[in-house]
């Protein structure tokens, strides 16, 4: 059964809206079992200054929900945002081929960090109630790789639309021996965060009898 919005005391419908166009975070926030609503959020990428990575996720993750806020009445926003660093260097998604192969002869043969930030805005009347942004990190072991592997990996367009250039959900996952931390984070969006988050903001996760 799945939990969709529901009716305020004031007589308010309140929905759950997922401002990003990744399907991977689509398929992720379905494993909740809420209803919910899909809203592209455009937004610049760009941060100023030397700042941390979680701050990176987190007020882009911010970013994104406080556009789609904008335009939403009475809803629950959520935005979320991924990067992979490796030796002190943000790794976000791949501009072209060379710069995916770059990416992964940086991370084959050790240890890199997956950030993922969530933020959660509450709406009520079209006006900011609540904002919430926190983060996840998991660590994550990738072999070696021949640059005969990487190429042809790069070939199929997998790692194109991917922070760090790989995904864990598809072919990528056969590059990864071990992780640290949440498996979902490193798709895109950490589960137990976000339901952490939504039940902080008082957003039904299931039904009460």
Not at 26 to 34: D, M, P, Q, S, T
Not at 139 to 155: A, T
Not at 176 to 200: D, P, R, W
Request: with cysteine; proline share 3%.
């Amino acid at each position: 059964m799945y939990i969709g919005g529901f009716w305020t005391k004031e007589g308010a419908y309140v929905e759950i809206v997922l401002a990003s166009s990744s399907p991977r975070r689509r398929e992720l926030l379905a494993h909740l079992k809420v209803d919910f609503r899909v809203r592209t959020s455009e937004v610049s990428e760009e941060i100023e200054g030397l700042i941390e990575p979680s701050e990176v996720v987190e007020i882009l993750s911010l970013r994104k929900a406080a556009k789609v806020a904008e335009e939403e009445k009475n809803a629950w926003i959520i935005g979320a945002d991924t990067i992979v660093v490796q030796g002190g260097k943000i790794l976000g998604k791949p501009s072209n081929p060379a710069d995916a192969f770059e990416m992964l002869s940086s991370l084959q043969g050790t240890w890199h960090q997956v950030f993922s930030g969530i933020s959660l805005i509450e709406v009520r009347d079209g006006e900011v109630k609540r904002r919430l942004s926190r983060h996840a990190i998991t660590d994550v072991w990738m072999n070696s790789l021949s640059d005969q592997r990487m190429n042809w990996y790069i070939e199929t367009g997998e790692p194109m639309d991917k922070a760090g250039s790989y995904g864990i959900q598809g072919y990528g996952a056969s590059f990864i021996e071990k992780i640290e931390g949440c498996y979902f984070n490193v798709v895109g969006m950490s589960l137990s965060l976000l339901a952490e988050m939504l039940e902080t903001c008082s957003c039904p996760l299931y039904e009460k009898s």
